[in-house]
């Protein structure tokens, strides 16, 4: 491929992943939509991971966050960045464990390791946001949202993975789920109780970084919404969804939001 035609197909792909343009918001949208997707699976995983076909399926989706990944890469204007960039070490992680049980089999770290493909989330959405108006609008709605739902993932499948083999109360996701659940709203029914001093531990970590989460989300439900913007003369960070001026010193504002 010549120089001109190759720099040309690569800008096309970067405006697809990081433009403000209709067709890259809903390229993203499917992309988020995929890992939505992708988490299901994992949910599944208890009761379907011996089946050929939904551990094919899973292959797929490995395949496809690779080659997502490639892409990436491919189009960053600073690679080495992006390569060490928190995100992307994690996408590498997920990818890897994806794959990992072709070769070392289904083992439990695996599984622990594979809850993270929810954090993947955290890029599509970083991108939406400057792109949708909506979710600029509702930035920390959603983005406490978010980080209660990743911890309630991920502490769930700790949960399930350090006490299905020990513990007759918790057989399945979902029992890991009641309890994960039940702790973070209350202090627990007392009907499923963790086992050892791993469940105790694991017990107060969901009760005080979940309450502290939940906490956070309902102050952002209750107090306005605004946009996060830093000004330029006084260094206000959050300012209203229309605003033209700094409503602390005045100056001008330019808050570029895509109209939905």
């Known amino acids: 491929m010549k120089p001109e035609r190759h720099h040309e197909a690569k800008e096309r792909v ?6 403000n343009s209709k067709k890259s918001l809903y390229f993203n949208w499917f992309l988020l939509a995929t890992n939505i997707m992708a988490i299901f699976l994992f949910v599944l995983d208890p009761l379907l991971g011996n089946n050929i076909l939904f551990r094919s399926l899973e292959m797929a989706f490995g395949v496809f966050f690779l080659a997502e990944y490639c ?6 204007h600073k690679r080495l960045r992006f390569i060490f960039d928190l995100l992307s070490l994690l996408d590498l992680i997920v990818i890897a464990s994806l794959f990992a049980p072709l070769l070392l089999g289904n083992f439990a770290f695996l599984r622990i390791i594979r809850s993270l493909r929810i954090l993947r989330s955290y890029s599509v959405l970083k991108r939406l946001k400057k792109k949708s108006g909506y979710f600029a609008q509702h930035e920390e709605l959603i983005t406490n949202i978010v980080n209660l739902g990743v911890f309630i993932f991920i502490m769930t499948d700790i949960v399930y993975v350090t006490q299905v083999k020990s513990n007759d109360e918790i057989s399945n996701f979902i029992d890991a789920l009641y309890f994960t659940l039940g702790t973070l709203t209350t202090t627990g ?3 499923i109780t ?4 791993t469940g105790k531990v694991l017990a107060i970590l969901i009760m005080v970084f979940g ?3 939940f906490v956070k989300l309902g102050k952002s439900v209750i107090r306005p919404q605004k946009i ?3 000004c330029e ?6 300012h ?3 605003a033209s001026h700094c409503k602390h010193c005045g100056n001008i504002v330019h808050i570029e939001i895509e109209a939905d």
């Open 233 to 238: 003369h006084c260094g206000l960070k959050r």
């Open 189 to 191: 029914f007392g009907d």
């Open 228 to 230: 996060y913007y830093e």
């Open 71 to 76: 892409i990436l890469l491919w189009v960053s």
């Open 240 to 242: 209203e969804y229309d």
């Open 194 to 197: 963790l086992h050892g001093s």
């Open 211 to 213: 309450i502290t989460l």
């Open 14 to 19: 970067r405006k697809l992943f990081f433009s």
